[in-house]
């Protein structure tokens, strides 16, 4: 793209030649002529001054000048964002079917699909158009997946999942695995019933190795535009809400409700039946208790707890140490003081 229609499409002002060539994205350090990077923060300019990028991204209040072209725009790192998605396309299979593929009869297989070596299709399956399914990926019967989704090598879509439009499932991604539901008998365990279903809604994005379990006797249900990181464990009956953001090696346990718009850290621990109101964002490593509702706000800690109460009962822990030299010599001073008996 000329640097004319990039300032063009992210609605931003250009200052600058506007006819060079754009063909890679790349970071502010490393980026090279007919390259284009971005400046998230004006008081970071200095950054950008020895810079050999064709153009960046700055933003708006930026009023420093530079050896090449730049948009000013309202949110610098998304517009780059936007831009890497055109420039940066991902990788796309022509549509085929390897021979090594097997295919159930009566599966529905749409256009435009790609499905690769050793992959297989069950029993009353459905795959939407433009959808690829990589190597040894495993679909199981009666699952429907939407269309222009990428299903990755190795990925298992256990029976009657139901994957949405749009939906990428990274290397190693389980959909539909049995809950971990046991009840107590004497000396044993006896199972219980794992018979419900996932639904993943449209344009969900899930890590690689994560696991999502079928519902236990309903469904566990993943909302529009969520995005899940690496190595994230979700339980059977589990409900999350549109545009949640979770980070790696996270564990939610069962019939957990994560509502709308949550932002959840890396491997934080929720007990079964907690509660995140749209809105909450929870930091790295907390731990939720089972059944605990955690409010719109920032939260922290194990057990997890409002920020500001975190940082102070953090900062009384960290003057433990000097407390105790305190109260020994208070201890010295006392017993030096008192009278000698003869």
């Given at each position: 793209m000329k640097i004319k229609e990039i300032a063009e499409f992210t609605n931003g002002k250009?200052?600058?030649?506007?006819?060079?060539e754009i063909y890679r994205v790349s970071n502010l350090e490393s980026a090279l002529v007919n390259e284009i990077s971005f400046l998230e923060k004006a008081e970071f300019a200095g950054q950008a001054a020895e810079t050999r990028a064709s153009c960046l991204f700055v933003p708006e209040d930026f009023d420093a000048?530079?050896?090449c072209p730049f948009v000013?725009?309202?949110n610098p790192k998304l517009a780059f964002a936007k831009i890497a998605e055109i420039l940066h396309t991902p990788k796309k299979r022509e549509p085929e079917i390897h021979?090594?593929?097997f295919i159930a009869?009566?599966?529905?297989?749409?256009?435009d699909v790609f499905v690769g070596a050793f992959v297989c299709v069950g029993e009353c399956a459905e795959i939407g158009d433009g959808t690829q399914i990589r190597a040894g990926a495993k679909i199981g019967d009666a699952v429907k997946i939407g269309r222009k989704c990428v299903v990755h090598p190795n990925v298992f879509v256990e029976d009657n999942s139901q994957i949405g439009n749009s939906v990428v499932l990274h290397a190693g991604v389980i959909i539909g695995a049995d809950g971990f539901g046991y009840v107590r008998d004497a000396e044993r365990y006896v199972k219980f019933p794992q018979i419900g279903t996932v639904v993943i809604e449209d344009d969900v994005e899930i890590g690689a190795n994560s696991c999502v379990d079928r519902g236990a006797l309903g469904e566990t249900r993943i909302g529009a535009g969520t995005k899940i990181d690496n190595l994230v464990q979700i339980a059977h009956n589990v409900q999350i809400g549109k545009r949640v953001v979770i980070a790696a090696q996270t564990g939610i346990s069962g019939s957990t409700?994560?509502?709308?718009?949550?932002?959840?850290?890396?491997?934080?621990?929720?007990?079964?039946?907690a509660r995140v109101l749209s809105g909450a964002i929870i930091g790295s490593q907390a731990g939720v208790l089972p059944g605990k509702i955690v409010r719109a706000g920032v939260w922290w800690g194990t057990p997890v707890q409002p920020l500001d109460e975190y940082k102070r009962q953090n900062a009384h822990l960290k003057g433990i140490a000097r407390l105790k030299e305190e109260v020994k010599e208070l201890k010295k001073q006392i017993a030096e003081s008192k009278p000698v008996k003869e």
């Open positions: 250009l200052s600058g030649a506007g006819d060079v000048q530079l050896s000013q725009v309202k021979p090594t593929a009869e009566n599966a529905k297989i749409g256009t409700i994560i509502e709308d718009d949550c932002v959840i850290g890396g491997q934080v621990g929720m007990g079964d039946h």
